[in-house]
């Protein structure tokens, strides 16, 4: 009985992020413990993620995308079928927002408790650095929990694509070069980011204004060196 529910709030779960693509970024394929629903969203979360238009397919493409990709025949029409038309216009929102929500969250703890203990069981030598580094990563990936349940105020809600912007900042951070706020930060730097350090007067600031910084022209794949002082001005 149990599993049937699981399985049927499973099939709400799928049908919600159809309706709502943005979600593919941030519900990974091993959420889903029905295996026919997991092989299928996998397929079509992957064709979205690598799609330029980020449109989700017709559902007769997504058939054939499964037909191909099933190469032991283990999905049943039926199955494929089923799931595709189902839809959510009799549920309340309210009452799924909430539910969708918190299993988002709660299968994100179990990945990443599963990787901690991964990490820790990785350790041969254990001392300070490596006990510190380990106990920081773990940090990083418990902070971007929550993060999974920030669906309307993302902090790139005002870029042309916001979707392109969301990432787990302890997989895809870029080291500043300076440890303190590597720390600050939760690893560095967020890419495809603008961020800007502020400080109170005599602080120190003025004392990076000419460091070297690197930009790379998404256009043409040029990199330039500039001072931190000639991209301020760039801005400008």
Known sequence: MAESTNTNMEKHYFTHILDNPE????????FFRNSDIQFIYTVIREEYIKSESHIVPSNQQIYSMI??????????????????????????????????????IKNQLNGDTLKVIDMIRGLDDIDYDNVSQIAQKAKNMFSNVLQVDDDDNDLGADFDDPESHKQQISKNAIPTGWASIDSILGGGW??????VIMGETNVGKCSHYQSVIKIKNKNTGEIKEISIGEFYKMLF
């Open 190 to 195: 967020s890419k495809s980011t603008l961020n």
């Open 67 to 104: 037909k191909l990709s099933d190469q032991e025949n283990k999905i049943n029409d039926k199955v494929i079928k089923l799931l595709l038309e189902s839809d959510n216009s009799d549920i309340s929102q309210e009452w799924l927002s909430p539910r969708f929500k918190a299993w988002k």
């Open 23 to 30: 979600q593919f970024s941030k519900v990974e394929p091993f």
